[in-house]
């Protein structure tokens, strides 16, 4: 999947594509298992390097129930997308949505786009009629972002985590499939 945009209203275009994980993410991967700096407000104390290796091994991060697609720019690594299913009631399965971009392409209109686009792809591809993103308070980006990628605020997950010494409450977006379409 391809978009040139012009984020800054000047003559820099920016070539956004996902693509399925292949071997050489697996450093990355590896990285945001024990890597506080990268994964900022998500961190939740370290996990398992190697399990990035056996999941790749096992459905190249394309499950039925969730995986993870790389974010392009310019042909260059910039982060990921990841989607997993959750449920309500019982014939109510919907994605839940996440990103982590690399610092140095945060802030350049790439987050809010790749989720525009992460959403467009779930809906063409799977029946779901809901597409689901967390964020905390605090992460500014990631609510704008969001909004940008049409999502709407849903309310405070109360107590929702367990994050740096203390519960925490969470913000719940949506964008249902009959949702305004955005243009990325
Ligand atoms: C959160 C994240 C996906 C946002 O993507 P991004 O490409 O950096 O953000 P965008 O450039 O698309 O910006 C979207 C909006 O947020 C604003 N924004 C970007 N960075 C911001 C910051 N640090 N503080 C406040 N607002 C910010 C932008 O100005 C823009 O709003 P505007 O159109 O009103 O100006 C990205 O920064 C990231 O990967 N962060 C680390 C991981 C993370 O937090 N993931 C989400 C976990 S819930």
Redesign the pocket.
Same mark, same amino acid.
Do not use: C, H, M, Y
């Given at each position: 999947m391809a978009h040139a945009v012009d984020?800054f209203g000047q003559a820099e275009w920016m070539d956004i594509k996902m693509r399925p994980a292949e071997e050489g993410d697996l450093p990355l991967f590896r990285r945001m298992a024990v890597d506080r700096d990268l *994964? $900022? =407000?998500?961190w939740h104390g370290f996990s398992n390097a190697r399990a990035p290796e056996r999941r790749f091994a096992e459905d190249g991060y394309l499950g039925a129930d969730g995986g993870r697609l790389m974010i392009d720019v310019d042909g260059e690594t910039a982060?990921l997308l990841s989607w997993g299913a959750k449920q309500f009631g019982p014939n109510s399965r919907h994605w839940e949505i $996440? %990103? @982590? @971009? @690399?610092?140095e392409? &945060? $802030? &350049? +209109? %790439? +987050?809010? &786009?790749?989720?525009a686009m992460m959403c467009d792809y779930l809906f063409e591809h799977t029946p779901v009629q809901r597409i689901q !993103? $967390?964020?905390?308070p605090e =992460? %500014?980006?990631?609510?704008?972002?969001l *909004?940008? !990628?049409g999502f709407q605020l849903e309310g405070v997950i109360r107590a929702a985590e367990f994050r740096a010494g203390q519960w925490r409450d969470g913000l719940l977006f949506s964008r249902l499939r009959t949702d305004p379409a955005v243009a990325w």
């Open positions: 984020p *994964v $900022g =407000n998500d982060g $996440g %990103i @982590l @971009l @690399l610092p392409f &945060r $802030g &350049r +209109g %790439i +987050g809010w &786009r790749a989720q !993103a $967390g964020t905390q =992460n %500014i980006a990631e609510q704008k972002s *909004v940008k !990628a």
